[in-house]
Structure formats: structure tokens, C-alpha cells
């Protein structure tokens, strides 16, 4: 086995959320949607040919990319589609930060930044946000490799205004600045809106959260169309068949239905809302998360003790050992029921405590 070592990547990996083979858990560890998809999704899906699954998918994706433009009123030349947004960004990173020089992005972000960087020979730097867990602007403005963040930002749910975002592309117009936009649909402006102004900005969104369909694995970029063709390019040496055909259908399906997603979506953040009143009368402390989760701290209880002791009581929500935010629980936004769940719980334990 020793002698076989040096063949391998020594890499240490993204570790995803818990998904916990338990019944009757409460699972509010990674961001999915408690609610289900669209019936349109079903129906799509009971209506799939079997057959269809004989032939390869079509390379250039041309249904889900004119669906997606349609929905945002752009061209179906500014769209790229990925298996998940992970998926998505991982070809963007190989795509566009070659420059040798280091990419920048937050100390507090998305864990899967540092592990692509790596995985890709990126050189990166670390911007640590402000206490009150902002990205400041002028940060991005040094000389670096490109620029990735996303907003509002994970785990900490904070948003950043457009305005902002627009000053760190003007202040980058030599490289690559990705808005990842997964949680855009639960508040704040998307930055959709400056692609036809600058020629270096690329959005991503999934379907994952605001589309509660995290299991199907579908995600997109918009950007102007000479980026699209250089992600298509790495992605064409890479693995040409990301987006199958059933994946497309049902992503289109759940675009059809823009009452129940704005439906769902308002539930969610209504919920959000209440439960960030509720924690606070319990004493809590908290980001204005802007995103389907509450990034939330207790300054009596240590954030571990608190994520072991709703885990006994099978609910699950999402605890990081890092530093700056080791005494934070991420607790994703489920339904009313199972907010009240985990809201009786912690009264209770903090009452006997
Ligand atoms: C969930 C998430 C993603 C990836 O989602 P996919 O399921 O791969 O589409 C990307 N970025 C952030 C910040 C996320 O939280």
C-alpha cells in the first residue's frame, strides 16, 4: 500500500452535512427544501419515456438553456447548465483562474472555495469578512486572480447590495468575479442585472434550494456568451453529458410554476422571520440572514453542546469547527411544524439549564 501512496491526490475534501439514515429526524443541516417540488415536477416526471434513455443527451443543452433564458430574459448564448451549482463552479474555477495570480474570496464562506482552489492549483487569499461577519468592498479592489463569494453569503446569510458588487467588477475588469447566487431567491437583489454591462461577471444559481430539488442535481451560470463558450470548452474536456434528459425536463417543469415556487419561497421566509423573533426571545444572537437558513448564537450555551443536544433529540442542524464561528449554529429554515419542533426544544433546555 506505502509504495502505491505517491500515485495519490493528497487532498483534504468539502465534507457535506450529515444526511442521517434516522426516521422522525428533524433534518435542518443542509439547506434543502422542506417543502416538496412543484406537482408539475411529478408530472413531468410520471410522463418521462423510458425510451429516451437509450440516447445521449444533447450536448449543447439547447431546452433547459432556452427555458432558463426565457425565465430570465436573456439569451440562451448566456446560459450554462451544470450538475448542480457545484458542478457549475467547479467549471467556472477551471475555466477562468488561470492567471497564476491568487484568487480572493472571504475567511467565512462556502467551504467548497478553498477545496476546488486546491483540487485546481489555484492560489487563493483569504479576505476576512468585518465583525458584523460584511464583505468590505475595497478588500476586493487589490491586484488578484479573480474574485468568488457568494450572496448572501454562506453560513453566515449575510447579503451584500448590488451596488457593492457592481464596484468590486469595475474594480476587477481584468478577471473573472463569480456572484454564487444560491441563495438569492429567499431576499436581496440579484446581480443578474449587470450581465449586460460587464463582460466579467458570471451569476450561478441552483435549483437545489429556492426550487427544492437539491436531489436532481441542477444548477446554471449566466454571463456574457464568451465566457459561456469557455465553460463549455472545460467542460467538453472534461465530461461532455452533464444535464441529462430527464433532469432538463424536470427542471423546465419547475419553471412552469412560478405560483408555487413564489408560494413556497414566501412560506419559507415568512417562517425565517418568525423563528429569528422567536430565537431571539430565547436569547439568541444572529446575522439578518437573508438566505433559507438562521446563523444563530447563544452567549450561555456553546454552540457544540446545543447541536449535540438537538441531535439526541433526532434534529439535525449544521455545526462548523472553525474558527470565528465555532459558537454559531447554521440551522436551515424548515417548515412551521418543525421550527416549533426545535424552537419548544431549546426554550426548554435553556429554561432547565
Ligand atoms: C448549496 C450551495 C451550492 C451548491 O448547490 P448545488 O446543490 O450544487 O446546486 C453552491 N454554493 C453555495 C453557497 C451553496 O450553499
Known sequence: MNSLKKNFRDISPYIPGEQPQVKNKIKLNTNENPYPPSPLVKKALSSFDCDDLKLYPDPDMTDLRLGISEYYGVKKENVFCGVGSDDVLATA???????????????????????????????????????????????????????VFPNPNAPTGVYMPVSDIEDIIKHNGDVIVIADEAYIDFGGESALKLIDKYKNLVVTRTFSKSRSMAGGRIGFAIA?????????????????????????????????????????????????????????????????????????????????????????ENIFVRYFNLPRIDNYLRITVGTEEEMKKLADFLENYIKKG
Open 93 to 147: 474555477f477551471m475555466a477562468f483562474f488561470n492567471s497564476g495570480k491568487p484568487i480572493l474570496f472571504p475567511d467565512i464562506t462556502y467551504a467548497f472555495y478553498d477545496v476546488w482552489a486546491s483540487l485546481f492549483k489555484i492560489d487563493f487569499c483569504r479576505i476576512p469578512l468585518n465583525d458584523r461577519f460584511e464583505i468590505n468592498k475595497e478588500d476586493y479592489y487589490a491586484e488578484n486572480g479573480g474574485v
Open 224 to 312: 456574457d456568451e464568451a465566457l459561456i463558450r469557455e465553460m463549455f470548452t472545460i467542460r467538453n474536456s472534461y465530461n461532455s453529458y452533464t444535464i441529462t434528459g430527464l433532469n432538463s425536463k424536470l427542471a423546465l417543469a419547475a419553471l412552469e410554476d412560478e405560483e408555487y415556487f413564489k408560494d413556497t419561497v414566501a412560506r419559507i421566509v415568512s417562517t425565517r422571520e418568525k423563528y429569528k423573533k422567536k430565537l431571539g426571545e430565547l436569547g439568541f444572537v444572529f446575522t439578518d440572514s437573508k438566505s433559507n437558513f438562521i446563523f444563530a448564537s447563544h452567549p450561555k450555551y456553546e454552540a457544540r453542546e446545543l447541536f449535540e443536544a438537538l441531535k439526541k
